[in-house]
């Protein structure tokens, strides 16, 4: 599940950028996940571990990739981190959900993010409760960010 | 700090058309939508001009910030547009609103947190909106209040 905590935080990582392009793992780019991701949210196709095919910036390297796509990777492969997610625009939310579908996840949110009009499950870790839909997430968390 | 200023900056690859009103200016949007890519055409340019290769048409001064000397930075900065990218931590402090607020410059920042020490208002919320090779801003629109408005 999707574990969130909603506000400042010192014990994140939170120019995500920065450390994408000092810690990624070029294996990551070739795993499925990656690169339904990037095709999703950059509209971009991975070629190999170092190119990605870019639809406006030609062939570019992993450290061109939009910042919420860096932080969907930190996120999914990274698991001794938590990351500021607002670095991910709301094209990313369900990828998020998507990661945390079946092991625990923990992210930071600054802002709040639109997981979509449909049920999920999300735990608020400000107050240890779990929502289900955007207006019970808006209702429980907006008072933090 | 008076009216609007419209900044067109292009290299091979993309375009960039937009206007900007007020002194603050809030960027934000979907990922992949060409933030970061406005703000590194923007970084080059400060760091090597014509020598880097961008066109850049603007009536005033444009400057990428770095969260390296940023205070320092401001003060150097006067009747200038200053770009600033989401990953630094001083922009929601409370020392940079207080140095935006005696300043003369124009602020388009790209962040997507709520910036509570910052006026800003919610119609200088923008998005990127694409067609073809030209980027331009387009006012973003509040999803999320609408989506709470018919729920409740």
Known sequence: ?145 | MKGKVQIKIKNRKCQFEFEIERNITIVRGDSGTGKTTLFNMISEYTRLKEESGINLQCSKKCIALTAIDWEHQLEQAKDSVVFIDEGDRFVSSKDFANIIRNSDNYYVLFVRENLHELPYSVNEIYEIHTSGKIHTFKIMQDRLRRLLCCSL
């Not at chain 1, 920065?18 to 196709?45: C, G, P």
């Open chain 1, 1 to 145: 599940m999707l574990n969130i905590y909603f506000g400042d935080t010192d014990d994140v990582i939170y120019n995500t950028a920065v450390y994408f392009k000092n810690t990624y793992n070029e294996k990551w780019l070739t795993k499925e996940l990656t690169k339904q991701m990037i095709l999703d949210v950059d509209k971009s196709e991975v070629v190999s571990e170092k190119v990605i095919n870019s639809p406006v910036l030609g062939m570019i390297s992993p450290e061109q990739l939009s910042g919420g796509v860096k932080t969907l990777m930190l996120v999914a492969y990274d698991k001794k981190h938590v990351f500021n997610a607002s670095t991910c625009g709301d094209n990313c939310a369900k990828w998020l959900l998507k990661i945390a579908e079946n092991e625990k996840r923990e992210i930071n949110l600054r802002h709040i993010m639109n997981f979509g009009d449909g049920e999920f499950k999300i735990r608020v870790l400000n107050t240890n409760r779990i929502v289900h839909n955007m207006k019970e997430l808006i209702l429980e968390a907006g008072r933090y960010v």
